[in-house]
C-alpha cells in the first residue's frame, strides 16, 4: 500500500513554511497582476470592473500554475458530495456570518480603510461575477484545493485546517476581513475534509460572498453589516446565541453523516510523497 501511495503522487505534501510560500506566491502576484490592470484601465477606464476581475484571476490562476510546476501540486480532483451537505452548510454559513460580523464590529475600522473597502468592489454585474463567482472559485481551489488538501496529507487534520484558516485570513491582508476569514475558513476546512469533496467550500463561499454584495448593492454600502438590522442588543444577543445553536446543531448531523477520517485515511485516498 505504501508503494502504491508514492508511486501516485509527487511532492503532494506540504509544510506549514511551504503553504506560507505558496501564500507569498499569490500575494507577490498582485504586482504584475496590479501592473497588467493598471495599463489595460489606461487604455478601457469605462471597463474598470471587467479589467479588475482579470486581474484577481490572472493573480489566483498564476498561483496555481506556479506550484503545479515548481512542486507538483495539483488541485484535489472535485469529489462528488451528497446533496443533503448542502442545506447543512448554507445554515453553518450564515449562522457563521452572523457570529464573525458581529466580532469584526468590535474592532473599530478607519474611514479611510472603509472608502478603500468601498471603491474595492463595484456594485455591478462584473462587480458580482468577480466577488461572487471568481473569488468563490479560485480561492477554493488555492487555499482548500491545493494547500489544505496537501497539509492533510502531512499532519493531522485539526492542524492542517487551522493552518490553512489562518493563511487564509492572512491573504485577505487586514484585521477585519481576518477574522471572517478565519472562521469560515475553519468551517470549510473542516466539511472539505469529512465530506472529501472541494464544491461544498465553493457553495459556502458563494452563499457567503453573494450575501455580503446583496447587502451592499440594496444598501449602497459595501460596508454595512448585517448586524446593523438587529434592532438592540438583546436581539443581538438572541441571534448570536440561535446561530451557536445552529451551527452545532449542523455539526452534529455532519458527524453522523460523513464518518471521522484520519490524515492516514487521506494519504491512503489521494496519495502522497514526503
Known sequence: MEQYATETSVNSSISVGRAFAILGITLALTIPASVVTAALLNAAPAFKSWITMLGYALQFIGTIAIVYFVWNLKVTDLGKVKFVFFPLALLITFALSIISESLCSLIPMPDFVARIFSE???????????????????????????????LLRRYEPRKA?????????IAHLNPWQFIAAFIIGCAIGWLFWRTRSIWIG???HWLNNTAGFLIGYYSGDMNVSVTDYFGGQMNHAII???CAIVTLGCIKAVQKIAPEQSNDDWRLETGTAE
Do not use: C, K
Not at 454585474?125 to 484545493?145: D, N, Q
Not at 485546517?161 to 485570513?169: D, Y
Open 161 to 169: 485546517i487551522i493552518w490553512s484558516a489562518v493563511i487564509f485570513g
Open 120 to 150: 474595492a468592489i463595484s456594485l455591478d454585474f462584473a462587480g458580482y461575477l468577480t466577488v461572487g463567482i471568481a473569488a468563490p472559485v479560485l480561492e477554493e481551489l488555492v487555499f482548500r484545493g491545493i494547500i489544505l488538501a496537501a
Open 240 to 242: 448570536l446565541i440561535v
Open 202 to 204: 465553493i457553495f459556502m
